[in-house]
């Protein structure tokens, strides 16, 4: 059986693709960024909800906000990335979705009146959007370095005092360095994730 897409494609977004740790000093243009993310905002959500917010962290003074808050193994890495994204989800998304899901407003008040629901919701849909960024910045012939290891607390007082989002991850993005990977991980076997029943 062979997939739609070529492998080069396949190559390029998934087989040859890691997690970079170091960067080229080239710098990542806001063009870029948008270009991603008109790509990737066609993934597949929830009732159509689009929780993802991105901040890009560009000025120095913003980056040492944010450095102060990741774990010691990942401060140099942001430190010297080209361009570093906070994904966040937005836990009010809800007041979008009248307009996004036109053909069934009512859904806002049917089953997103309460915050629980709400941010477990948007940490899901929003779990999702990152992923297709990610995607979506190899697709554009960077590297990603998506990083989970960091104080959550500290980021979203540092970065959302308003209360309404929610740090899901950090990512440096970038051409990649020199020693920008780590060896490849093993992977699950088909065999061992997929069942039939």
Avoid at 36 to 41: C, H
Avoid at 80 to 104: G, K
Avoid at 144 to 172: C, Q, R, W
Wanted: proline letters at 6%; zero cysteines.
């Amino acid at each position: 059986m062979t997939l739609a897409l070529d492998a080069a494609a396949q190559d390029l977004l998934f087989r040859e693709a890691r997690t970079a740790n170091t960067f080229s000093d080239e710098p990542v243009g806001d063009e870029q960024i948008q270009a991603i993310y008109e790509l990737v905002k066609f993934g597949p959500t929830a009732f159509n909800q689009q929780p993802l917010r991105i901040v890009l962290v560009r000025s120095e003074e913003g980056r040492a906000r944010l450095v102060q808050h990741m774990a010691e193994g990942n401060q140099a890495k942001t430190s010297t990335a080209p361009l570093v994204a906070i994904l966040a989800a937005d836990n009010e998304f809800h007041e979008e979705l009248p307009t996004q899901l036109p053909h069934f407003p009512q859904a806002k008040d049917m089953f997103f009146s309460e915050r629980s629901v709400r941010e477990s919701s948007a940490t899901l849909n929003g779990a999702l959007q990152a992923a297709y960024f990610i995607i979506g910045v190899r697709a554009a012939g960077l590297a990603a370095g998506p990083m989970t290891g960091y104080d959550a607390a500290g980021i979203n007082k540092e970065f959302f005092a308003d209360g309404e989002h929610s740090v899901l991850a950090v990512v440096n993005i970038g051409k990649p360095g020199e020693d920008a990977w780590f060896p490849r991980s093993p992977r699950l076997a088909y065999d061992e994730v997929v069942t039939t029943v």
